[in-house]
């Protein structure tokens, strides 16, 4: 049965679906419909409402601090995950406690909390700031977003004691959590398609890539279940990289080209490219993800089945991840240039945000292409690439989606909460030691899982020693990822309080030659005024003075 | 000049001194004897590290002390604590693990001492 192409017309129909809706309304029934869906929001929750603060980028900030705090987490887990791989009994003495941790369950742990954790979070809250300003209007509901954000956190906080202990009670976890979590995006949903009915004007591409990764993340469940492919590898694997190629890759993008803006000061370098990344992201497969769906299968609690593909899924699998080229490269493409500008860097370059916006843009598509060999192999039955599945997991999510959503969020965050972060100084410590420790740590693993994929290959015996001692290496340069994050996440809180005001005295200007006021006493070009040490808030003030040369005066 | 004489000279010229110092004297006992308020200083003295320091060299020097003077011989309470926690940190990993326990800490306290701070 071809599972792929009549799951994936489901999904599209629901998306034009929804566009149509979203566009036309609901005829005779939007007001009544609003009207509701804020009762929902705001009223039917009662007391708990008056608890959170309904002030103006409030749920923006909380969602990021928690995201924040969920990256400390999540690299913790992946860091032990790591370790644990090549020193199987390093943590045998939790065992008189009953808790028997296991690398893979671990590194389950560290993917579970820095998708939904840390990107999820980060993703929505740099969007529920992004997406009013596009739209020209106020979020609808800041408390109902802010009072989500704490169940959206217990879902995750759920989802690893799931992955450690299935079973608990009887009760098995990972379900419940992900029922938590459709919740919170019900309402999230909610409130932002609210926030868009409000528009006061046409709402950019952007917009429509944060609106489609919540509304995606939802028409994707619904599609694989409607067409009853939740029960085969198949469906399993395509809603996998359904939710992967919606919510995480259009909210990145929508967040990522809003701030890449912001942050750079420079206009967006092509609003055909966003189409075309919308749109693409919309048509095709993501290849990037896990070859193994077991995450779906956990958290719908589905039975495991085998990725038996037919041939004309596999035909068209393939086909429509490779397409998945087109939107990924207009995306980072558009992010590259636009954060170059057409000759200069607006804003202050140094800014906390842009160099990880500018490293996740970069490391986009040469882990996209890995990805796309990697899910063919895997799609096609061959399995020659399974090896090092895992370590391309990582990669996309510790070098393309960790930078990208963290550098949306510390641009926004500011703007968010008024405050800058405490540090530009540290912010930028974190940001080597986040991505360097990712790319050396995770680099050189998958130097160990080449080594194990030759060995296998040779059916040699005995593992190589060296096998082992890069593991080691590889999950210590890893470490380095959790050093960043307690970086992040002291320098966020403690800018929350003591941060410089946003719109106060710009510290922009780092160097040393920066001027405070240039005098303007002929006709020149902006690029000589820059040339001269001139920053953006550097006062030009037109000189009376004349430097015409001097002559009698006529009387 | 009788000695009474001398006296009455002396009073005239030192009685205005000795009422103002009377009159001072009075002033100074309606001062308050001390402050009675808690002062401190905004900023750290560059100094105030020197001493915590000099402690923990004073501390390390006792012990290396001990060992001299007691050769072959426990160090008391620790000797009998450490042991608890053999099979625990056999691995490298838990000198990795301790910096993420200071991490999270660091965390919790920075939200805990800004949310408090003045």
Known sequence: ?555 | MSPAQCLRGHLRWFGPILSRFARCVSVSIEVPSSVDEFIQGEKEPASSGVVVVLGFVSMLSFLILYGILFPGRDMPVVSEVLPMFEGVFDSGIWFFLLGVIFGAFSIVATMLTEATSE
């Not at chain 1, 909390?113 to 596009?134: D, H, N, Q």
């Not at chain 1, 029960?231 to 890449?260: I, K, M």
């Not at chain 1, 994929?453 to 999950?475: C, D, H, P």
Request: with cysteine; proline share 3%.
């Open chain 1, 1 to 555: 049965m071809d599972v792929i192409v009549s799951t994936l017309a489901i999904f599209w129909l629901l998306l034009a679906l929804s566009f149509i809706l979203i566009k036309r309304g609901l005829w005779i029934f939007n007001d009544v419909a609003k009207g509701l869906s804020m009762f929902m929001l705001e009223k039917a929750l009662g007391p708990a409402t008056d608890f959170v603060s309904g002030r103006s980028g409030s749920a923006s900030t909380t969602w990021i601090i928690h995201g924040l705090v969920w990256a400390f987490a999540s690299s913790t887990f992946t860091f032990m995950g790591l370790w644990l791989s090549h020193d199987a009994t390093a943590l045998h003495s939790f065992e008189s406690w009953g808790y028997h941790p296991d690398s893979s369950e671990l590194l389950y742990a560290g993917r579970l909390t820095a998708l939904f954790g840390a990107i999820g979070m980060l993703v929505v809250g740099a969007s529920l700031y992004a997406l009013p300003k596009l739209c020209g209007t106020h979020l609808a509901s800041e408390s109902n977003a802010t009072l989500v954000s704490l169940l959206w956190t217990l879902s995750v906080l759920l989802m690893f004691v799931g992955s450690q202990n299935e079973q608990i009670l009887g009760i098995t976890i990972l379900p419940v959590a992900n029922l938590l979590l459709t919740l919170a995006s019900t309402a999230l949903i909610i409130n932002v398609i609210l926030t868009v009915s409000e528009a006061t004007q046409e709402i950019p591409f952007p917009a429509w890539l944060i609106v489609y990764a919540f509304i995606g993340n939802i028409a994707a469940v619904l599609a694989v279940f409607a067409s009853g492919a939740f029960d085969e590898g198949v469906g399993q694997w395509l809603l996998f990289h359904l939710v992967g190629g919606t919510f995480f890759f259009c909210g990145l993008a929508g967040v990522s080209l809003y701030s890449v803006s912001v942050g750079s000061g420079n206009p967006l370098w092509s609003k055909s490219l966003v189409a075309f990344t919308l749109f693409g992201a919309i048509i095709t497969i993501n290849p990037m993800g896990s070859t193994d769906p077991s995450m779906v299968v956990d958290l719908f609690s589905l039975s495991s089945n085998d990725l038996d593909a037919s041939s004309r899924d596999v035909i068209a699998g393939s086909f429509l991840m490779a397409l998945s080229a087109i939107p990924i490269i207009a995306f980072s493409a558009n992010m590259l240039v636009t954060l170059r500008g057409a000759d200069a860097f607006v804003e202050n370059p140094d800014a906390p945000g842009i160099a990880e916006l500018n490293l996740g843009a970069w490391m986009l598509i040469p882990i996209a292409i890995g990805s796309l060999f990697v899910q063919t192999d895997a799609l096609g039955g061959v399995n020659e690439l399974t090896g090092i599945s895992q370590s391309i997991d990582l990669m996309a999510i510790w070098l393309v989606m960790m930078p990208l959503s963290i550098g949306s969020a510390l641009n926004i965050l500011p703007r968010a909460s008024g405050r800058h972060q405490l540090s530009a100084n540290r912010s930028r410590w974190a940001f080597w030691m986040m991505s360097g420790g990712a790319f050396l740590g995770l680099l050189i693993t998958m130097m160990s899982d080449f080594t194990d994929m030759a060995l296998t290959e040779s059916m040699a015996e005995q593992g190589a020693s060296i096998n082992m001692e890069l593991r080691k290496v590889g999950s210590v340069m890893f470490y380095g990822a959790v050093i960043g994050a307690i970086f992040h996440c002291t320098n966020t809180i403690s800018g929350q309080y003591r941060g410089r005001i946003m719109g106060g005295p710009s510290e922009a200007s780092l160097s040393s030659i920066a001027i405070e006021s240039y005098t303007l006493t002929g006709p020149t070009s902006i690029r000589k005024i820059l040339a001269s040490g001139a920053t953006l808030d550097t006062e030009v003030s037109p000189s009376e003075q004349s430097e015409e040369e001097g002559a009698p005066t006529e009387l």
